[in-house]
Each structure stands twice: as structure tokens, then as C-alpha cells.
């Protein structure tokens, strides 16, 4: 602990002390919201890249020119 928080003069007197305790709480919900749903959208990503690849590796290969063909 530093030597202003010992001696509790670190904290704001009167109502300014009040709407910046509400401001930081504030803040930190939104910073949470915010990185809780980069991560649920990350893995998201990861989920839809994974079916993908297991789409991919269960169909048939086929070879290049029969694409062309059957796609004319």
C-alpha cells in the first residue's frame, strides 16, 4: 500500500467521490461486456471453421476437371 492509501486521503471527498465510484463501476461492466462477447465471437469463428474442415474431410474427392464438367 502507498502512504495515501494508509491514510485514506487517495479517495475524493464529498459527491464527486460518489459519481466516479459509479463511473469506474460502470466502466468495468461495459469492458466485461465487451470482452465477453469478443470471445463468444472468436469462438464462434472456431466452431463454424471446425464443422467446415469436417465437412470438407467427409466429402468425396474429386478431381479437378470433373468439377469443370459437371458445373458446365
Known amino acids: 500500500m502507498t502512504e495515501l ?3 485514506g ?5 464529498g459527491p464527486g467521490a460518489l459519481r466516479a465510484s459509479q463511473a469506474y463501476r460502470g466502466y ?13 465471437k472468436r469462438y464462434a469463428h472456431l466452431l463454424a471453421q471446425k464443422q467446415f ?10 478431381p479437378e476437371t ?6 458446365s
Not at 474442415?53 to 474429386?62: C, D, F, I, T
Not at 470433373?66 to 458445373?71: D, E, G, Q, W
Open 9 to 13: 486521503t487517495d479517495r475524493r471527498p
Open 53 to 62: 474442415e469436417e465437412q470438407k474431410a467427409e466429402e468425396p474427392h474429386q
Open 28 to 40: 468495468g461492466k461495459e469492458t466485461m461486456a465487451r470482452a465477453l462477447a469478443a470471445t463468444r
Open 66 to 71: 470433373a468439377r469443370r464438367i459437371s458445373a
Open 5 to 7: 492509501e494508509e491514510s
